[in-house]
């Protein structure tokens, strides 16, 4: 009885930052704001309902694949956050107007995609515009 009121209340906090993570994705004004909430709340839901089903299950078999299954999450998620992330940014997806500090205007080289300590005023580091064209620019 008790156990199951454990799996409840497990699997009820998962899918409450799976809906904070959904509400993030409606709610926030930019792509990078948007993957940031989703990307922390969804992981940390799904592997919340994961344990939840281990939990309520409690075989060694079932419970080993959950954990490999919420391991291979918590290393896989922010991964791919980021590099979408980066992605965006370096083909000139648009910041929300508030953003107050851009730290790698002038610090990337389009050239061969390095970062850069010191910031350089030629055009090779400046952060491509986007046309009118342009998927992401309307």
């Known amino acids: 009885m008790l156990r199951e009121w454990i799996v409840a209340i497990v699997m009820l906090l998962g899918a409450v930052f799976m809906l ?3 509400i993030g994705l409606l709610r926030m004004p930019d792509l990078f704001l948007r993957m940031s ?6 992981t940390l839901g799904a592997g919340l309902v994961m344990l939840a089903a281990a939990l309520y299950f409690s075989e060694s078999g079932i419970t080993l694949r959950v954990l490999a ?3 291979f999450l918590l290393l896989t998620v922010p991964v791919a956050a980021h590099m979408i992330g980066r992605a965006a940014y370096f083909d000139g997806v648009p910041l ?3 953003t107050l500090i851009d730290d790698l205007r002038g610090h990337y080289r389009t050239s061969d995609h390095q970062l850069v300590r010191e910031a350089e005023g030629s055009p090779e580091f400046a952060i491509p515009e986007g ?5 992401f620019f309307n």
């Not at 909430?37 to 969804?42: I, R």
């Not at 046309?131 to 998927?135: F, Q």
């Open 20 to 22: 904070i993570a959904s």
């Open 37 to 42: 909430a989703t990307s922390k709340a969804a």
């Open 69 to 71: 299954i919420i391991v």
């Open 96 to 98: 929300w107007k508030g």
């Open 131 to 135: 046309e009118e064209g342009d998927d």
